[in-house]
Each structure stands twice: as C-alpha cells, then as structure tokens.
C-alpha cells in the first residue's frame, strides 16, 4: 500500500481570507453540478449497472418526500421532486439508456429521454404524429418494461441499506402492481447499485475534495489560534460557533453540530462549556457540504503554557500515537477488502505494536455518514454486520475517524486521543486530502 506523505503544519496554511475568495458564487455552483452530473451519468452509471448486475434500475420519488439519491440524480434547479418523478436505468446492448417518466417542461432533457409524451388526462398537447395513445405515468412504465424485457429489475428497497431503501411503501406498490406478472417476480434490492452510485467520486470530485479540506484545516487552524482565543476569557463554545458562523458566512452549510471540547490536566474530558486555560488540549469535531460534497474532521491543539514554545514532548507522543493508528490503517486497504477486514487487521497490528486502538472511519462523500462500508462503529470493535461487509471500491473517499487510549502519566489521566481527517482511495493507495495534521495547532 503506497500513502501520500502530505503533511500539513500550521505555519504552511494558507489564510481564510485567501480560501474565501474561492468560493464561487450559486451561479457557478449551478453549472459546476450540472456538468458533473451529466458526467457521472456518462462514466459511472454504465460502470453501476454492470458492477450491480441489473439490467433496469427504477427510481421514483414524490414531492418533498425523496429518495436519498435525488439530488445526485437531477440538475441542481429541481430543488425537490416535481409531484411524482420515475427515472429508468435500463442496459441497452453495450449502452445505458436514461429515461424519464416525468410532467413535461421541468427542464432534464439534456440529461434524460422523455419518454412519457402522452399523459393521459393531462392538457398538454401530444404530437399529432406519437404513435402511442395517452397513457398514465405506471401504464408508460410498464409499456418500457415490456419493450427491453430485463430480467433483473432494481427498487431501491432495503433491509440493509438506509442508502438503497429510499422507494416509499406506496410507489413501491405502484410501480410493482403496474407491472405484468412475470416481471413482478424479477425485481431485486438495487441496494448495490444505490451504495456504487453514491460512494464512487468522479476525478472533478476527486480533484476538488483536496480544495475543500484546504478550507477545512484552515478554519481550523485560524478557530485554534490567538486570533479567535484568549486563554482566561474564550470558551470552547465560542470557538464552536466561531467556526459555524464563519462557514456560514462563507457560504458553506454546516452539515452537523459541531463540537469543541477541552482535555485538561488531572481532569480529562470537558464536553461542557468552560473557559479555555494555558496547558489545555483543545479538539473539535467539525464538517461541511460545499459542491454537494461532504468534509469531516477532528483536530488538536495545545494552549501554551509561560516559556513554552511547543506542546510537551508527552502529550506530542500521544498525538504521534494516533498517527501511527492511521498509518496502520491506510496500510490495511485494499480494492476488495470488507470493512471488517480492514478493521479486524488494522486492530490487531496496533495491539500488537502495544497500542489501544479504536477505529469507527465512515465513507464520505454526498452525504456525511456516506453510502459504502462501515470500517467499525464506536461499540462494534468485533465488526458490523451488514454494513461491515461491504467491500472497499475504487475512487471512493472515506472519513478516517479513530482513536488510541493513551496513559499520560504527567497528567495522571489514561483518556482516549481522538483524530479524524478525510482521504481519498484511487488505485489502492490512501493521499490525505489537503495533508494530515501531524502537531498540535498552537494557542499562545
């Protein structure tokens, strides 16, 4: 397993004023999505109908009531469904044709065939020369169904997949009901095809993820400074709403709570309000949605102490600690693996090096808590069922999120050293997106 070395030091982070004025305007936005999409469309979809095994994919959705893919599936000015939605993913030969059951006028054309010209009972004028009479929404649908015969028919329906469960119980039984028989008995879970479609990046998405952790060490770096603390008078609530008020004003949608808490000498932990001290450890937890991607990342910093000019070499050893965790981890990931593989061998290599190991990383990506396999959860160190199976695919980016219980003598504590930081798996190998913090943030 190759891993990127990049490294990131406080002293190397570009300012937020300068990342600020990266951020482009809606307009931009707009048209960004909307060139990915057509892309995604283009390149991944043929690769997730092949990879599921399915040879129609059905997607439907009502009005303020969508299924989790939606927004990855539509142009950016469909806010929400428009009444009923039906998408149809079906293998042509060696193509992948792109339908839509849709009202008219709602403006996909240039990512989707319309193919229900005439709505029955609907004013709109059908061609005079369309040689199919009206026909309500289920009727065209199943008149595709029969027209391409496919044998495998995905619904987004689930027991294992909150991603690929997204049908609602009454357009499920629309869709299967307006089906002949014989094709009622050919639907299958499209579980795989929604999880494929979500987790694998395109290279623009790729490419961009690095910009959006830049932005993210950066306001970290700034929030964990002497410009946003005085030690004595902040507390780690302030620098909480520091950094989402600031991401808010940068335009930027904070997608969680975030959370700012102390580690103090001879105390440990403080998750509530308390002001900020020389010879506190600070660590945040912190994410955001820009370009319709996610970021999420824990960090540490040191409040120095009078005289000091460095965090103590012991509390160094702990946050070196996590890092060798983390090593450990991208070294244990591969095209192929499960995430309980992934776990079961990063653990036991850690404990074998005499660490106190606790991984719980997560997919990221649209969502925070991405579609893709679970790499541990917090009370699930022995793997997790169902989720933990899942295999590790190409282009897909994940949250390394874990953590080492350390014994810190000079603080007669023994407390966990919790990091997160997001990366990209290309190729089988692990690059840090925007580097990986590897000392501590520095307040004087």
């Known amino acids: 397993m190759a891993i990127s070395n990049e490294e990131f030091l406080v002293s190397e982070v570009p300012s937020l004023a300068d990342l600020k004025k ?28 092949n990879d599921s095994g399915l040879d129609m994919w059905v997607v439907a959705f009502n009005e303020y009531n969508e299924d989790p893919l939606y927004k990855t599936l539509l142009p950016k000015h469909l806010f929400t469904a428009r009444r009923t939605m039906c998408l149809v993913f079906v293998k042509d030969g060696e193509k992948v044709r792109r339908l839509a059951l849709t009202r008219p006028n709602i403006g996909i054309e240039d990512y989707y065939e319309l193919v229900w010209i005439n709505q029955k009972g609907s004013n709109w004028k059908i061609p005079e020369d369309y040689p199919i009479g009206p026909e309500t929404q289920w009727e065209c649908l199943n008149r595709i169904v029969k027209q391409y015969d496919p044998q495998r028919i995905g619904l987004n329906i689930s027991n294992e997949y909150a991603f690929g469960d997204g049908l609602s119980y009454s357009l499920a039984q629309k869709i299967i009901s307006s089906l002949d028989h014989k094709y009622q008995n050919r639907i299958v879970t499209a579980q795989y095809a929604a999880v494929k479609w979500l987790e694998t990046r395109s290279k623009n998405e790729l490419a961009a993820y690095n910009g959006l952790m830049q932005i993210q060490h950066t306001m970290i770096a700034e929030a964990f400074s002497s410009k946003v603390i005085t030690p004595g008078v902040t507390t780690n609530a302030d620098v909480k709403y520091w950094m989402m008020q600031t991401l808010i004003d940068m335009g930027l949608e904070p997608w969680f709570d975030f959370d700012v808490s102390i580690i103090r000498e001879k105390v440990g932990w403080l998750e509530e309000e308390a002001v900020i001290l020389p010879g506190d450890v600070l660590h945040c937890d912190v994410g955001f949605r820009y370009l319709d991607l996610c970021t999420d990342t824990q960090e540490l910093a040191y409040v120095l102490k009078m005289g000091e000019t460095a965090a103590p070499a012991y509390l160094q050893k702990a946050l070196d600690d996590v890092n060798r965790f983390r090593d450990i981890v991208v070294s244990k990931m ?26 719980y990383s997560h997919p990221i990506g649209f969502h925070g808590h991405a579609a893709g396999p679970t790499i541990g959860l917090v009370d699930r160190q022995d793997g997790v069922e169902g989720r933990g199976d899942y295999t590790l695919g190409n282009n897909t980016c994940y949250s390394l999120e874990l953590n080492v219980t350390v014994d810190i003598k000079e603080w007669d504590i023994s407390t966990m050293w919790a990091m997160e930081t997001d990366i990209a798996f290309v190729d089988n190998q692990v690059y840090y997106l925007g580097g990986r913090q590897t000392n501590y943030h520095l307040v004087k």
């Open 22 to 49: 990266k951020i482009i305007p809606y307009r931009q936005q707009e048209a960004l999505h909307n060139k990915w999409l057509k892309e995604r469309l283009e390149t991944i979809m043929p690769m997730v109908m």
């Open 334 to 359: 591969a095209i192929g693996k499960t995430g309980n593989q992934v776990l079961a061998q990063s653990r036991k290599q850690a404990i074998d090096e005499g660490l106190k190991p606790s991984l």
